[in-house]
């Protein structure tokens, strides 16, 4: 078992005594001292979730929401090649954090919510606001779980027309879509640059969007022969192209 994950907002005072001790306070301080239990001798991982991080030893507590550790060095994680960003049209419920959850804890870099045509659920004012800090806030927690120090960033919502701005700056550019298309499993892939990845809403993808979508390089491509939520379809194919860009290597 790794150790755990705790996010900082910032390094910039890290061992500024030069003993190389770190007070990890506030909400990420209480749950590592009253939730998580940590002792002395404990080892912890600190992040900013950018790629920043260090391994540290736990020396003591302070109070019940002030953890004392000894930080030796930070260090940066480099962003892995190829890129891939995820665009998810918005499901209903909660079933967008379950989407952002579960590919987070798979490696996906980045998601962008897409306000597709065919969408139930629409992000507007202080509901929409609120949703996406529901994303944001899942992403981080779920960095966190799976031991990741580089988390996913979530952009703002997208419209279609954003997203084929997204799509045609791709060195490879899909979007999943079950009719008349070429497998996902045996497209051809790049090794380094930007995949993107479009998954559609339960309705569909729009015949208009699709056509945006090809006038912007992207080519539509089946996952396989069932037909999966868009809750678990992005996490299904962002695992494909994992697997075979040698990320999983």
């Not at 580089?150 to 700056?169: C, H, N, Y």
């Not at 390089?217 to 996952?223: D, N, S, T, W």
């Amino acid at each position: 078992m790794t150790a755990p994950v705790f996010v900082v907002e910032s390094f910039q005072n890290a061992g500024a005594g030069g003993d190389g001790q770190y007070v990890l306070d506030g909400p990420e301080g209480r749950h590592a001292v009253s939730v998580k239990r940590l002792h002395a001798g404990e080892d912890v991982v600190l992040t900013d979730g950018a790629g920043r991080w260090a391994d540290c030893v736990v020396t003591g507590t302070e109070g019940k929401d002030r953890l004392v550790v000894r930080m030796d060095s930070v260090r940066e994680e480099a962003p892995q090649e190829p890129r891939i960003t995820v665009v998810q049209a918005l499901p209903k419920g909660d079933r967008g954090e379950v989407a952002v959850e579960t590919m987070t804890e798979t490696g996906v870099d980045a998601i962008v919510p897409w306000s597709a045509s065919r969408c139930i659920t629409q992000w507007k004012g202080e509901r929409g606001l609120k949703a996406l800090g529901k994303w944001r806030a899942t992403a981080r927690e779920a960095g966190k779980q799976s031991r990741r120090v580089r988390f996913p960033e979530i952009s703002d919502a997208a419209s279609t027309k954003q997203v084929a701005a997204v799509l045609a700056g791709a060195d490879f550019a899909a979007v999943l879509h079950e009719e008349g298309s070429e497998p996902l499993a045996t497209a051809e892939l790049p090794v380094t640059g930007h995949i993107v990845l479009v998954v559609g809403p339960e309705g569909g993808v729009s015949p208009d969007e699709l056509a945006a979508f090809a006038d912007a390089g992207a080519k539509p491509y089946r996952l396989g022969r069932s037909v999966l939520r868009t809750s678990t379809a992005g996490t299904a194919a962002a695992a494909l192209l994992l697997g075979r860009t040698g990320r999983w290597s």
